[in-house]
């Protein structure tokens, strides 16, 4: 496969761009790997890339039910920040915040990272003390963030409407200068041809149907519906359907899935700076680089793997849009959609082992995953590759909620649930 | 938007009236201070999140303001049944055999 760059791009544009080859294979799954991930998702992708380059495992195979990146990896709102309160989730997602920042260099693609900043917005005196308090803590850890005045915010983001007479005037926001968004695809794409290059396996269409456990309990292999695959290490990135994929190994799992609503608006001018956030009217925007308003809206408050969710969820989030941005009051949507999202107790991922031996997960991202892509890989394959957690995962056990050592980030989790 | 039949109102009514409550018939342990750390963990925070038939609890909160149960396919979000507070679950695997006759 050929390495993207000036001249590529020069000789491809001689021949009208219908030469370019395919930036993955499409293989037939073998009898047994090393490593075998349920998921080609971003978090998937990105566990094989980083299992690959990092820790020289290439016989390794993503297998995915559906087409890879086709979950809630497209179906997100490509937002990356690392503003969250406690010193394990500050680790955790700060680290994909490093990773981000030359993200597209190390894949040699374009994943068009934008660190635009991301305002979350204070409508009340709470809200004020819970952000300030989420600021001095990260500052504490080293992360960026930082407070501004409502004046201070509109200069940030001209658009936004200070005014008093609002039902929840803005009173003030907390900005992550160097967060951002990136194209979500292009992250999945990018992973996958990074990881096929060092020799990963990507199975599409390729469903698990059950999980095969030896006499002392340990992994053997997955069932799929191309035929046995055999495997001592077994993990699961399987996103809003974590819960089905382990109950096939006979694992409870203190997740709920619920949609999660997204959508666009139709193409204008660039007119909107950054990512602006408000938990407390559910609304955040940003504008992607076609120049659609991309708008996340809420969870619905029922568990269901529907892919789709009521229309006053997204109704009640373009009210708060329309207030807060007045500007935008007679942009026309053109689209919406729903991506189903595993919730735990603590708002805080599970990445690490599970009480079958050879069998890991990386779950629970909820609403917030695709911000910690790069990391949640990183970390995920060190798991896999050395049968215990890096530093930075070792807080985010199952376990967790046996002990009680929860890591409790529903405030910094920007959806309302 | 999900309509939902209140067993106590006997109107079907928007989603917008109601509550989510989660999934139900999770008993409260008799003895609270005889649960092991695991059992805790199962009470508390262990969920059955099942991509097909689920019982879960509804509140009419802008109605009658009471709790009730109902069995919903978490794929298609239809209600197969809904009964009252106190009245045994349904059995699933029945309901899913009746479902596909």
């Given at each position: 496969m050929s390495r993207f760059n000036f001249w590529e791009l020069a000789k491809n544009a001689l021949s009208a761009h219908e030469n370019w080859g395919r930036q993955w294979r499409a293989p037939e799954p073998k009898a047994e790997y090393d490593v075998v991930i349920i998921g080609a998702g971003g978090h998937g992708l990105a566990t094989a890339y980083y299992l690959a380059k990092e820790h020289g495992v290439t016989n390794v195979a993503v297998l995915e039910k559906g087409w890879l990146g086709g979950g809630n990896t497209g179906r997100n709102t490509t937002i990356v920040r690392s503003n969250y309160l406690w010193e394990e989730s500050e680790g955790l997602y700060d680290h994909a915040m490093d990773l981000w920042q030359d993200l597209s260099q190390e894949l040699n693609y374009n994943i068009m990272y934008s660190a635009r900043g991301v305002m979350m917005l204070a409508h009340t005196i709470h809200d004020i003390q819970v952000f300030k308090r989420h600021v001095y803590a990260n500052r504490l850890a080293g992360v960026q963030n930082e407070w501004l005045t409502a004046e201070e915010a509109k200069e940030y983001c001209p658009p936004l409407n200070i005014s008093k007479n609002m039902r929840y005037p803005v009173l003030g926001a907390a900005l992550q200068r160097k967060a951002g968004v990136a194209r979500h695809d292009a992250v999945a794409w990018g992973y996958a041809r990074g990881a096929d290059k060092y020799g990963v396996d990507i199975i599409q269409n390729c469903a698990v149907t059950g999980i095969r456990r030896g006499a002392d309990g340990a992994v053997e292999g997955v069932e799929t519906s191309r035929g046995l695959i055999r495997a001592k290490r077994v993990g699961v990135v399987a996103a809003g359907h974590t819960t089905t994929v382990m109950d096939m190994a006979g694992v409870r799992m203190p997740l709920e899935s619920y949609p999660l609503q997204a959508l666009v608006s139709e193409p204008v001018k660039p007119c909107f700076p950054c990512v602006v956030m408000s938990n407390t009217i559910h609304a955040y925007m940003s504008q992607s680089d076609k120049g659609e308003l991309v708008i996340g809206a809420g969870t619905d408050q029922y568990i269901s793997y529907s892919q789709t969710g009521g229309l006053q969820i997204p109704a009640h989030t373009i009210e708060a849009i329309c207030e807060l941005f007045p500007m935008f009051r007679r942009m026309r949507m053109l689209r919406n959609w729903g991506g189903t999202v595993d919730v735990t107790p603590d708002r805080s991922p599970i990445i690490g082992k599970t009480p079958v031996p050879g069998l890991f997960v990386n779950c629970g991202?909820?609403?917030?995953g695709f911000k910690a892509t790069p990391g949640s890989g990183h970390v995920f394959a060190h798991t896999l590759a050395r049968g215990e957690p890096h530093p930075i995962n070792a807080p985010f056990t199952l376990d967790r909620f046996r002990t009680g050592r929860l890591i409790d980030e529903a405030a910094a989790a920007a959806v309302a649930h | 938007m999900l309509l939902i039949t209140c067993p106590y109102c006997g109107v079907e009514r928007p989603e917008i009236e109601f509550r989510y409550a989660g999934e139900a018939h999770i008993a409260r342990p008799?003895?609270?201070?005889?649960?092991?750390d695991e059992e805790w963990a199962e009470y508390l925070y262990m969920r059955t999140n099942p991509k097909g038939l689920l019982a879960e609890r509804w509140r009419h909160a802008h109605g009658c303001g009471r709790f009730f149960n109902a069995i919903r396919d978490?794929?298609?979000?239809?209600?197969?049944t809904i009964y009252k507070m106190g009245e045994a679950k349904p059995d699933l695997e029945r309901l899913v055999v009746e479902a596909a006759q």
């Open positions: 991202w909820g609403t917030g | 008799a003895e609270p201070s005889k649960l092991t978490t794929v298609s979000d239809r209600f197969v």
